[in-house]
């Protein structure tokens, strides 16, 4: 069936190197894309979103990566802190019949070394 | 500006209880979901709503309802609890149907 899913459920990186989550997609007709930040008891925190007519799309410290061809999303955080510990989600939207139906991957855990 | 707002925070049922996890948003947004999250692992959809008196099944309704009887709120009941119940479960909201999903901070629930 369709998913979306993630390469690596845990990711270690050094504070102050660059950080890149992967995610990959198998549904062709999605659109839009969205990663999500979750933090230790918290709710999932909206990063940054991007639409299937952009290949990139970049904010602050973070850049988000499409590519349609191989369905793949990566994000990309630069200068890593330990504030950006935390579990990251690919969700995916099918527009369903009646409402914004995301599909959210399993998580990557990163975790930032001091 | 709350946002999402989701009450209680903890709660320990026994098995075959019934409770109402609460969630209202003051963002004046049409769709609300409920998901749950084992430990883990990703979101599962439960319910959700895309209007006041308007909700449908998402991929792990047995064992809950819902109803949306105003723009702000959107209760999940569970009717006799079951320890496979036991997990996190947040509520969010959205302004339309492509739009970007604000979530709460979460009930924690665990039936024993």
């Known amino acids: 069936g369709e998913s979306v899913g993630l390469h690596l459920p845990t990711l270690s990186v050094q504070e102050g190197d660059n950080s890149i989550i992967n995610c990959a997609y198998s549904?062709?007709?999605?659109?839009?894309f969205i990663w999500y930040k979750q933090e230790s008891g918290k709710g999932p925190q909206f990063i940054i979103d991007i639409r299937s007519n952009m290949d990139k799309r970049q904010g602050q410290r973070v850049t988000v990566l499409l590519n349609k061809t191989v369905k793949h999303l990566s994000l990309q955080i630069a200068a890593t802190q330990p504030g950006d510990s935390a579990v990251y989600f690919c969700a995916e939207n099918i527009d369903g019949n009646a409402g914004n139906m995301l599909t959210f991957g399993g998580g990557t855990r990163l975790m930032v070394k001091p | 500006n709350a946002g999402v707002t989701q009450t209680p925070k903890f709660r320990i049922l026994k098995i075959g209880q019934s409770m109402t996890l609460q969630c209202t948003q003051d963002m004046n947004h049409n769709y609300m979901y409920w998901y749950r999250q084992d430990p883990g692992m990703g979101l599962k959809l439960i319910y959700y709503s895309v209007g006041a008196g308007i909700t449908d099944k998402g991929e792990v309704p047995n064992g809950y309802n819902v109803s949306r009887s105003t723009t702000e709120d959107f209760p999940l009941r569970l009717e006799l609890a079951a320890p496979s119940q036991t997990s996190v479960y947040f509520c969010?909201?959205?302004?339309?149907?492509?739009?970007?999903?604000?979530f709460g901070a979460g009930t924690r629930l665990s039936v024993l």
């Open positions: 969010a909201s959205s302004w339309d149907r492509g739009g970007i999903q604000y």
């Open positions: 549904n062709s007709a999605s659109d839009y």
